[in-house]
């Protein structure tokens, strides 16, 4: 059984301008211990994806209006409040963009921490202390027990987010939502928070998902990619097979928006032309219509399903007309999709990168917890 | 810490120089002198010259300020011109009842706005948020003479509850107080709703959610604190405007207190009473802001000072 299964998900913002279809039917899965990526671009309804998992979404004026979230065989939507509070923090935990402002100025480390720990584990004031100078030295912050009662200001972007890590790991939940982690932060600092992000959620067997707007850092992250757009999944596929197989324009487009550390490819960086639609009225077809350069009468008269693509494993699917061998479809099954992103060095390094995590996830066995980690029971 | 306040403590008395010297200059500024000659109450010359004398109004400015800061150290404010009494007499009787009243009103307003503030907020658009609203509307567009009035009328004369005038018994004091309070529970009930809303859109809160924290330790733990930081800095001038005494509560409800008397000092001319109730003034509202970055300091550890 899988640990999260996501059906239909709809999720929807009553404004005064119109209804703003933020999550648009989307679905997917994800087993225990997995890792998945999640990238688009910014207003695609990622955030507000990882929200509703959690049923974060504030209301008015959002609202889920559709759909079930299935998290180890219970339907989060439908839970009392009591319910879905205990499996905040305690089974799925998020790591929020911005450390500046996601911690609260005027509690200490430790408390922020500890309050968690003497919630769900009911750990007393000083068990959760001494577990929360663990955590603190588990995501490498330096003497953390003389920094247990700092505050927030005390840190600095790259520690505050190496903080949030430690809050999320600290009841050892089946599942974390990490959004936009390290896009707060300069890129060298990027770099360590997500290496010990993946290294704990290995130790801990957690299963993430990583949202971010960069197809390059999932590379090295996930095991799996969904790329959506407008509200919808677009393309899903296994993170080696996106990279070496992707399919459609839309992903293209991230693949060739990579931003690399090489001044050379700063300058050759290429945004995608135009903007998301407006998701209050999306185009009636493809949504990524108006922006797609490969895109034929039918795109503009009907939506594609996600469905499986010919030429490719199995589980690769996509949303788009070009890939489908349907009547009036299909022109992009047999396209070359090389020459048309030109820049294949940045490819090849992101393809080792994505080896890399493969290896690691069949090395990484059951039975190799750090210390102090015990498996948590079912719900 | 401590030395943070005892460095504040001491930075008091350069201030309060300087606002010895504005309120000398401005008082000599105005224009006439106290005796100035009266049409009703004629003064033979000589006397003028001779009352002149005696309170040293005939002096050239500097020597004047000099005595006068020389007895100011002395703690010696003068005498007023007008009453039978030193300065430091007529503080010392009046500013205490002011300082009552005052300080009752601003428990009084604390007592109702925080609780206002806080439900509304967290009850947005309902019946208690709507009359907070309402209640902080009336409180800052109505004078508090036309209270004043409405309240003597109906409480004093139709009702006969409390007695009209005067100052003494706790009875004579719940009107005056409940006006006074009014103004500043309006103002702070503002301040309270308006704070709370913007602590409960910050992110932390949602991360406390994500955490999987209740409601009520939400708003306990992570929102009142935040929300409490600008309130803390809006109590201090709060109290200062309200322990200096109201004018018009103490003139309409015929209250011994330091409001009055500083007003009908001016009219008077009283040069020695109205230095030395700006004197006060500026003390209270030195201590009053003193306070403020001190418990501010204790609320908010950003500016928390070290050592
Ligand atoms: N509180 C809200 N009220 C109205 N609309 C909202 C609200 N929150 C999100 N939306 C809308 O939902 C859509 C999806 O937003 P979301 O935050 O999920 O985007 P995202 O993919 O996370 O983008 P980013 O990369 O900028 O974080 C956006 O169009 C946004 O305008
Ligand atoms: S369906 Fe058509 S418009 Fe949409 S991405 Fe495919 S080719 Fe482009
Ligand atoms: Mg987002």
């Known amino acids: ?379 | 810490m401590l030395t943070y306040v005892v460095r504040r403590v001491l930075l008091l008395f350069p201030t309060l120089f300087v606002v010895a010297v504005i309120v000398f200059a401005l008082a000599h500024a105005a224009p006439g002198s106290p005796f100035d000659p009266n049409p009703d109450r004629p003064l033979p010359p000589q006397t003028v010259e001779r009352l002149n004398r005696y309170y040293g109004v005939d002096r050239p400015l500097y020597e004047q300020f000099a005595m006068y800061m020389g007895n100011l150290v002395r703690l010696d404010l003068g005498r007023s011109l007008v009453q039978d009494r030193t300065v430091a007499q007529i503080i010392g009787q009046q500013f205490p009842v002011s300082a009552q009243l005052g300080l009752q009103a601003l428990f009084l307003a604390l007592a109702i706005a925080l609780p206002l503030g806080v439900i509304s907020a967290l009850r947005q658009n309902s019946a208690i948020d709507h009359g907070g609203i309402l209640l902080a509307t009336l409180g800052t567009t109505v004078p508090s003479f036309v209270v004043a009035i409405f309240a003597i009328y109906l409480f004093g004369l139709n009702l006969g509850l409390v007695p009209l005038v005067g100052w003494g018994t706790p009875k004579h004091m719940i009107l005056p107080t409940a006006i006074l309070a009014l103004g500043a529970t309006a103002f702070l009930t503002r301040i309270t709703r308006a704070s709370m809303l913007e602590a409960i859109r910050q992110d932390y809160v949602r991360t406390a959610r994500s955490k999987g924290l209740s409601e009520q330790t939400i708003v306990v733990w992570h929102v009142l604190r935040n929300a409490m930081i600008p309130v803390a800095t809006i109590i201090g001038p709060a109290t200062a405007a309200l322990v200096t005494g109201s004018f018009i509560i103490e003139w309409f409800f015929a209250i011994p207190g330091i409001g009055r008397e500083f007003v009908l000092s001016i009219n008077r001319r009283d040069y020695p009473l109205i230095m030395g109730v700006y004197l006060l003034y500026a003390l209270i509202i030195a201590v009053a802001n003193l306070v403020v970055d001190i418990v501010y300091g204790l609320i908010d550890p950003r500016i928390r000072v070290s050592k």
């Not at chain 1, 933020?22 to 997995?34: K, M, P, R, T």
């Not at chain 1, 450390?99 to 003497?118: F, H, W, Y």
């Not at chain 1, 939502?177 to 010990?196: G, H, S």
């Open chain 1, 1 to 379: 059984m899988s640990l999260l299964e996501v059906k239909d998900l709809k999720t929807q913002f009553f404004t005064r301008d119109g209804v703003v279809r933020a999550v648009d039917g989307v679905s997917f899965q994800l087993d225990a211990g997995e890792t998945l990526g999640i990238v688009g671009e910014s207003g695609c309804g990622k955030s507000v994806t990882a929200l509703s998992l959690m049923r974060l979404i504030p209301q008015p004026p959002g609202k889920i209006t559709e759909g079930s979230i299935m998290f180890d065989g219970q339907d989060v939507l439908k839970m009392d409040d009591d319910d879905v509070r205990g499996i905040r923090g305690n089974n799925i935990a998020m790591i929020f963009q911005d450390p500046m402002t996601s911690l609260n100025p005027v509690l200490t480390i430790s408390r922020q921490i500890s309050e968690a720990l003497e919630l769900h584990l009911k750990m007393d004031r000083s068990e959760a202390r001494r577990r929360t100078v663990e955590l603190l030295e588990l995501v490498g912050i330096p003497s953390a027990k003389k920094r247990l009662d700092d505050y927030p200001h005390q840190f600095s972007g790259g520690m505050r987010q190496r903080v949030m890590i430690a809050m999320a790991l600290s009841c050892n939940p089946k599942l974390i939502l990490a959004d936009e982690p390290t896009t707060a932060l300069d890129v060298t600092i990027q770099a360590q928070v997500l290496q010990i992000l993946k290294d704990l959620a290995r130790e801990f067997r957690t299963a993430f998902i990583l949202i971010t707007h960069d197809l390059g850092i999932v590379a090295g992250m996930t095991q799996r990619v969904h790329v959506m757009y407008a509200g919808r999944i677009v393309e899903k596929a296994d993170t080696g097979e996106l990279y070496a197989n992707p399919k459609m324009p839309y992903t293209w487009g991230l693949l060739r928006s990579i931003p690399r550390l090489d001044e050379v490819r700063k300058e050759k960086l290429v945004p995608i032309e135009g903007l998301p639609p407006d998701l209050i009225s999306p185009p009636p077809g493809c949504k990524f219509e108006p922006r797609c350069q490969y895109r034929k009468e039918i795109c503009h008269e009907r939506e594609p399903d996600l469905i499986p693509v010919p030429n490719a494993k199995p589980d690769h699917e996509a949303r788009c007309w070009g890939t489908q061998r349907v009547p009036g479809g299909g022109w992009l099954v047999d396209l070359d999709w090389q020459s048309e992103i030109g820049d294949m060095a940045v490819l090849e390094q992101i393809k080792a990168e994505v080896a890399q995590v493969a290896a690691e996830a069949e090395r990484a066995t059951p039975g190799d917890l750090p210390p102090g980690v015990s498996q948590k029971e079912g719900i």
